[in-house]
């Protein structure tokens, strides 16, 4: 039977003890890219341009939230949670220190 534990990613992350390390090591830090990745897509669609909005979206009354940069921005946002646990562990070993 396969060994299966969470690390100090959180419940979601699963860890097999028997699995491919390459694999592993690669998923490590592919939680690590969402957030980034969206800022760059945020900042591309605002400096390039979106392009046009929907014609329903437009004709509706298109509210501040609606287009692809403040998407982009608020998902950049929700996957700043491995960032922010990565940077807590780190002040929290430099001050025992």
């Given at each position: 039977?396969?060994?299966?534990?969470?690390?100090s990613r959180g419940p979601g992350a699963i860890r097999c003890e028997n699995g491919n390390a390459a694999a592993t090591g690669a998923a490590d830090w592919l939680y690590l890219a969402a957030a980034p990745t969206f800022a760059i897509m945020a900042l591309l669609t605002g400096v390039l341009g979106g392009g046009s909005p929907d014609a329903l979206c437009?004709?509706?009354g298109a509210s501040p939230l609606s287009g692809m940069v403040?998407?982009?921005?608020?998902?950049?946002?929700?996957?700043l949670t491995p960032w922010l646990k990565r940077i807590s562990s780190r002040r929290g070993r430099t001050h025992r220190s």
């Open positions: 039977m396969t060994k299966v534990h969470t690390d437009s004709v509706a403040p998407m982009y921005l608020l998902m950049s946002a929700f996957h």
